[in-house]
C-alpha cells in the first residue's frame, strides 16, 4: 500500500502544474501525412535500434525506468510550408501536431495541454520566413543534459546527407548553447530564436531532424518520464567531434583525477550537506569542482582525465560521455531516480555505481536533501571503494 501510494504522488507531481486537456490539436503521424502530401520529403539516417540495458539498480518504479525497447528510425524531414513554434519545437503540418517529433518522456497530452493553455496558437500569425529553416529547438533546452544529449544529435544527423539550410530555428541564450554552436561552426548570423514575433513561424521549407532517441511505445511501456535515452550512435558522434577538440586546446587547470562534483550552483536538489561529504572524499584525495565555473570544453577534459567521479544526480553526469573505459562514477542519489546515466555508463563500459542515500518520498523531486554519509560509508565498504586511500 505505501508503495503505492509514492508511486500516485511521484506520477502526480510530474503533471501537477497543467489543467484540463482541451484537444485543440490532433495529432497525426508524419508517415501518415506523407501519403497524402508527396512533396513531404525523409531523408533516412539510421533503421530503429532495439536496446537492452541492465535495471537500474535503485529503480522504485521500474515502468519509468524502461531499459528494453526500440528508438524509432532516424533522419531529416523536409515540409514545405511547415510551421513550428515556441521554444519547444512543435511541429504543424495540415493543422495536425506531428507525433514523431514530441519527446516521448512525456506524455503526448502534456504536449497538447502546453498548446491549449500556454501557447494559445488562435491568437497567433506565423512569421513567414523564406528559404529553408531547420529547427533544432525542443522541449529541455534550458537543461544542459538535455542538449548535450538529444539536441546536438540533431545536427548531425543533416550533416549525413549534407543537407543545407539558410536559418537554424534554435535559442540562443544559454552560455554553453553557445559555446557548443560555436565549436560545431555555426554561424550565429543564421540563428533565429524562437521567441517574441519568432515564436510561431512559417518557413518556405521547414528542416526538422527526427529525435534522436525517440522510443517507440509498447503494451508495457508509453513513455518514460525518468529516463534520457542516447543511443550508442549519438555518444560515438559527440566523443569523435568534442573530444580531439578538447585535447588540441589544453585547459590551463591542473585537473585532479579525482574529482568530486559541487551542486552549490544547482537550482535543485542541493545537498544541503555538501561541506561534511566532501569533507570526507577530500581526505581521499578529491579535489571538488564547479561546473558553471569551467567552459563546456573544459567539462569535457576534466572528465576524460579522470578516474574517480562522485556526483550527485543531475546534469553534470552527462559529461561522462566522455570519460575513458572503466572510469568509476559513484553517483548519489536524493529524492529523484533516474537511469539516464547508469545506461550511460553501461554503453561507455564505465564501472558505475549507485548510492541511494533515502527512500523516496512524497517532496518534489527537485528538492534540496541531506545526505546520509553514513549510507555511503557503508556503501563504499560494502563494495570495496577507496578503501586504501
Not at 511541429?91 to 506531428?98: E, G, R, V
Not at 513561424?201 to 521547414?206: D, H
Not at 542541493?270 to 561529504?277: A, I, Q, Y
Request: glycine share 4%.
Amino acid at each position: 500500500m505505501k508503495q503505492t501510494i509514492h508511486k500516485y504522488l511521484f506520477f502526480v507531481q510530474l503533471f501537477t502544474t497543467f489543467h484540463t486537456v482541451i484537444y485543440t490539436s490532433p495529432i497525426a503521424s508524419i508517415y501518415d501525412l506523407m501519403k497524402e502530401d508527396t512533396e513531404i520529403q525523409f531523408y533516412k539516417c539510421h533503421e530503429s535500434i532495439p536496446f537492452n540495458y541492465s535495471e537500474l539498480p535503485v529503480a522504485h518504479y521500474s515502468e519509468y525506468h524502461p531499459y528494453q525497447g526500440t528508438f524509432d528510425q532516424t533522419g531529416v524531414f523536409i515540409i514545405k510550408n511547415g510551421t513550428s513554434y515556441s521554444n519547444f519545437g512543435y511541429i504543424h503540418s495540415n493543422n495536425y501536431l506531428i507525433k514523431e517529433f514530441l519527446p516521448t518522456n512525456y506524455l503526448p497530452t502534456y504536449h497538447q495541454d502546453i498548446i491549449s493553455h500556454q501557447i494559445n496558437l488562435d491568437n497567433i500569425t506565423p512569421k513567414k520566413i523564406p528559404g529553408r529553416v531547420a529547427t533544432l529547438t525542443r522541449i529541455d533546452y534550458d537543461c544542459y543534459g538535455h542538449w548535450i544529449g538529444e539536441f546536438l544529435g540533431r545536427l548531425h544527423l543533416m550533416t549525413i546527407h549534407n543537407i543545407t539550410y539558410d536559418w537554424l530555428y534554435v535559442p540562443y541564450d544559454k552560455p554553453y548553447i553557445k559555446e557548443t554552436l560555436t565549436l560545431l561552426g555555426i554561424d550565429h548570423n543564421k540563428i533565429i530564436q524562437p521567441f517574441g514575433e519568432y515564436a510561431h513561424i512559417e518557413a518556405e521549407e521547414l528542416i526538422i531532424p527526427s529525435l534522436t532517441a525517440r522510443m517507440l511505445p509498447t503494451d508495457q511501456y508509453v513513455f518514460h518520464p525518468c529516463v534520457m535515452y542516447c543511443p550508442l550512435w549519438n555518444i560515438n558522434w559527440l566523443r569523435t567531434t568534442f573530444l580531439p577538440i578538447a585535447h588540441n586546446n589544453k585547459s590551463q587547470q591542473n585537473f585532479s583525477k579525482k574529482v568530486f562534483i559541487s551542486r552549490h550552483d544547482a537550482t535543485q536538489r542541493k545537498m544541503l550537506n555538501e561541506e561534511l561529504v566532501f569533507s570526507y572524499f577530500e581526505k581521499k584525495g578529491f579535489k571538488r569542482y564547479n561546473l558553471s565555473q569551467l567552459s563546456f570544453i573544459e567539462q569535457v577534459q576534466l572528465f576524460h582525465q579522470a578516474e574517480y567521479i562522485i556526483a550527485a544526480h543531475g546534469s553534470a553526469l552527462t559529461n561522462i560521455i566522455f570519460c575513458q573505459p572503466n572510469t568509476c562514477i559513484i553517483e548519489i542519489f536524493q529524492n529523484q531516480y533516474d537511469s539516464t546515466f547508469w545506461q550511460l555508463s553501461e554503453s561507455l563500459n564505465l564501472n558505475h555505481h549507485c548510492i541511494e542515500t533515502q527512500e523516496p518520498t512524497h517532496d518534489s523531486i527537485k528538492s534540496n536533501t541531506i545526505v546520509s554519509l553514513k549510507k555511503i560509508k557503508i556503501y563504499l565498504k560494502q563494495h570495496n571503494l577507496l578503501q586504501n586511500t
